[in-house]
């Protein structure tokens, strides 16, 4: 059995090459909901959709987030009354929507329905949130003025493109959190723990921050193994630069190391970054050297396989 | 000022031909809202969407109902998702519906959304609903075992088809609603009052069923004018026929008469039931005869002008 945290299109890049190399009946993704926010009435996981879609082979290569072939009618027809929609819902990930938000209000949890759309959609994978409880990732930022602002994660994410400073994060409601059913579980007994390839901060982040999931990891060092997000000094995808360096962070496997080196025993990087490999280990990290470029599923499923390998 | 009582696609047609003959800004449309319904967490208000829509010129003429040029990609995706989908709401539609339950979640009346929607659609009309109190209009249906079983209006119309044999209507919450801010001043102040060819029963029956609203009707009964939407012995669209006939209603011009004495002086009715002009008479009511079916907007808009004549 594997557990395996993830975030976004990194970890479900990821996770599309395992299930080519295991079945996927054996793999447990517990998955970040700091990003889930409300949006026209309706509950919004990002991470969640877009594991889901991705093991489904229903995700938008293009954008990276949301459904292939997805048109956006109900958001141009929102524009009309005047509310703000610059988080873009698909209309068909609008249903995904209406029905989580609708069994939710009717008493199902975040978990419940989780289930239910991963069996809709005919994953082998079982895909459960981090917790049922709410978390949510704010973000401070500094204004040109100089004065800070703290935003919801998708405020500063998408409606405004990351491009605002970072003075801090904190994921709100964590401390209070528990682990969603079978998080620990899942982690107790899996052979190997896997972390994505997702960002530090705000995808593992958050995860590690549920009360109970970083002891577990810890306790288990040696069968945790994490594949960088950063590789040459820069994310494959996303603003992890931009949050990993106002936080004191390196920009680097070395940063990621450091990140994780409490809860992780090994750490996958590029082979562009071999040069870091011994300043991985210096910081009692083991470092594996292989292709991490996600360019096509031959080479998610290599990179996979390799990581698997790494704590055989 | 005129005031209108309507429901929905005929409602629709006659308020398009009447804006055309007055000035948009002199009408109140009063509109039924017993048809009102929640579809996946959304509050759907079939009535006032048709008024709108058609009002806007957006209205989708193939179908009766929705937008023109409509796509359905939500519904098809949520069927994935084991959803009841028999009721469809299109994509740009689904818009409407998530504004205006996310307003009225925020305390928002109905009235209130449906201002902000007419204003969104540059309505010169101003569109009412009956009640902001809910009004649910129930239908008694016999089974083929002889059993009895109370529908909600959609489940009757939409879900059955209007198939299922009706024993009886009623309008649940009607005793305890109020008229919703606006309607008796508008039927208190109008020069007059239009019925619009909508269905007598469960169009215009839950709106002259809101306390206060008959009896305003009653007082100025001169004043008022209806529109029969039964021609020939059948109704021009929808299940009018279904319903009045099973109520005890005659299904003509002369039945529409009945159920409206009290409350109207007029009843404009078409040509090919000159013959039963008398009858109408008969009851007190005075008959005007003239071509009701709104073929086009320059019927639709002779219509609404030689029913404005019949009492002026």
Sequence with gaps: MLAALAGGVGAARFLCGLVDVVEPETITAIVNTGDDDEFHGLWVSPDLDSVTYALAGANNLDTGWGLAGETFHAMDALDRYGVPTWFRLGDRDLATHLYRT??????????????????????GVRVVPMSDDRVATRITVRRPDGSSDELALQEWFVRER???????????????????????????????????????????????????????????????????????????????????????????????????????????????????????????????????????????????????????
């Design 162 to 312: 990351a491009e605002s400073p970072v003075l801090g994060v904190r994921f709100a409601g964590a401390e209070d959190a528990r682990p969603a059913p079978g998080v620990l579980e899942a982690l107790a007994s899996a052979e190997t723990i896997l972390i994505c390839p997702s960002n530090p901060v705000i995808s593992i982040g958050p995860v590690l921050a549920v009360p109970g999931v970083r002891a577990a990891l810890a306790a288990r060092r040696d069968r945790v193994v994490a594949v960088t997000p950063i590789i040459g000094g820069r994310p494959v995808k996303g603003p992890a630069d931009r949050l990993m360096g106002p936080l004191g962070m390196e920009v680097s496997c070395v940063g990621v190391a450091e990140a994780y080196r409490d809860v992780c025993g090994t750490l996958v990087i590029d082979t562009a970054d071999a040069p870091d490999a011994p300043r991985v280990e210096a910081l009692g990290v083991r470092a594996v050297v292989t292709d991490t470029v996600m360019l096509d599923a031959r080479i998610a499923a290599a990179l996979a396989r390799q990581t698997l390998a790494a704590v055989a």
């Design 102 to 123: 609708e069994r939710r209000r009717h008493g199902a949890s975040l978990s419940d329905v989780t289930t239910e759309l991963a069996a809709a959609w005919d994953l």
